[in-house]
Each structure stands twice: as C-alpha cells, then as structure tokens.
C-alpha cells in the first residue's frame, strides 16, 4: 500500500484531470488524500472514487500543514510510501512504479524525487544544494545573468549527463516519495513555513539520517509558474519563509550546510565522470 497526498486551493476543476488520470493509471495499491484548502467544498464531487479521501478544511492551512493531515492518515493505514504532489502534475503510466521500485531495494534511501519537466519537455533544475542566503538572492533576482552562471550551476547541481541518480541535499516539494518510516524519525513537516521553503526542511531533516535521491531515470511533468517572482503577496511569503528558514538553520554560520554541501558535490563528481 501506497498513499498519496495533493493539497488544494481553489484550483480550476479542468486542471485537475490530468493528475487524476496519471494516478489512476498507478498498479500498485494505493490511497490518494485530497486535502482541500478552499474556503468551500464544490470540487468534493470530483472525488467519487473509492480511492479518494477527501477533506475539506474551509481555509487555506498552508502547504505543509495540510499534507500533514495527509500523512498522519497515511501513518494509520501503515502505508509503506507516501507521494506528495502538486496538483499541476502529471505522468506517464509506470513512472511511479519505476520509483517505488528503486527506493524500495535501496533501504537507506528515505526520500526520492524523478526528474521534473516542463510541459514543453525542458528540465527543471530543482535538485539543490543547501543553500545560504546569498544563493538564493542570486537565483531569484540574477537568475539569467551569466556573471552568477556557474554559482547557479553548482547551486542546483547541473550537468549534461542528467540520466543518473545521485544524492541531492534538496527534494522539491512538487513530487517527493517519502519512506514512511521517516516520518516517525524526524516528523511531519514544520508547519511553521505557511508555503516555500518546508520543503527544504524536510529534506534536511530527512538526510540527517537517510539518503535523498533524485532519480532522473523518469519523469514527470510540472506546470511551475514561479508564482513568487509574479505576486507581491507570495513574494512576502516567499522572504518570510526565507527568514523563518535561516532563523532555524543558520544565515552565515551553517556548519552542517558547508559538510553536507561539500559531501554533495564531491558525490555528485562522481556519478557525473
């Protein structure tokens, strides 16, 4: 048994049908949990199959505390796996088999991620570093200046020679497969980050004591908008998030960031020879 969670606001009933016919094409059993942020319940009637648990919160909780809602139902069901996803996600058939596949015969793997595209096919570079403050100035304001080129590069871990996994600091919160027992181990997600940046925190957290992967054997699709650097509210939330973040991991003093970074790269060297 597998479970899967999608957090919803207010999304567009249309846009949901590609998501919900990639997971039905999934072979493996499973439980998808809606968890509905809106302020009204008119998308419950989508979810009539008897796969689908839906919950309707009446307001909007946030990212991370609403895929804990999610988890915990998943921890009572004793799923061995469970995939978070965005609602802008689809796939092919046997992609989420492939990866279960993988994580299931690495035991130290706790976290894994596919490679994540563009519909138009182009790669998404969301695999990352730990990141310090000045990485992520750089990648929000500068990102298409070729004077940070090869800081950003290194920052997300980019190379030519895409088709092998290795270990990744960062799993994006768009799609990751978590081993459930990690949840015992480290928790839930820090519900303190409203939206952006939990994902890092997990991901921290979870490599504390497991392998994150990203496994870019294969893929899924993610109509990524950049919606921070388009809406002055989600930008505020994307710098508070920022600062909440470094508040609890180090601004300029992050020891584990400098260890856990140069074991990274020195890794990744490796896999990329």
């Keep these: 048994m597998i479970s899967i969670s999608i957090v919803l606001y207010k999304q567009n009933s249309i846009d949901l049908e590609a998501i919900l016919t990639s997971i039905s094409k999934i072979t493996i059993e499973y439980k998808l949990f809606i968890i509905d942020n809106s302020p009204n319940n008119t998308l419950k009637d989508l979810f009539n199959d008897n796969k689908i648990i839906y919950t309707n919160n009446n307001k909007n909780v946030g990212f991370g505390a609403g895929h804990n809602i999610a988890i915990n ?79 950003i590069n290194s920052y997300e871990m980019r190379s030519e020679q895409t088709k092998k996994s290795y270990e990744s600091p960062i799993i994006s919160g768009c799609f990751s497969i978590f081993r459930t027992e990690v949840f015992y181990k480290i928790g839930l997600y820090d519900e303190r980050f409203f939206m952006y940046f939990e994902d890092f925190d997990i991901s921290r957290r979870v490599n504390q004591k497991y392998k994150t992967v990203y496994y870019p054997l294969v893929s899924v699709y ?5 919606g921070a650097g388009k809406r002055i509210m989600l930008f505020q939330i994307f710098i508070m ?33």
């Design 73 to 151: 139902k998943s921890l009572e069901i004793d799923s061995k796996y469970h995939i978070v996803m965005n609602p802008d996600i689809y796939f092919d058939a046997g992609v989420i088999e492939r990866l279960i596949e993988y994580i299931d015969s690495h035991q130290d793997t706790g976290l894994i991620m596919p490679e994540i595209l563009y519909p138009n096919g182009q790669i998404q570079y969301l695999p990352k570093l730990l990141p310090g403050p000045l990485d992520l100035v750089i990648r929000r304001f500068f990102y298409t200046n070729n004077l940070f080129k090869n800081r």
């Design 222 to 226: 993610h109509n990524y908008e950049r």
């Design 241 to 273: 998030s920022a600062i909440r973040y470094f508040n609890k991991w180090g601004w300029v003093f992050d020891f584990s960031r400098k260890q856990v970074n140069a074991q990274a790269i020195q890794k990744f060297k490796e896999v990329i020879k």
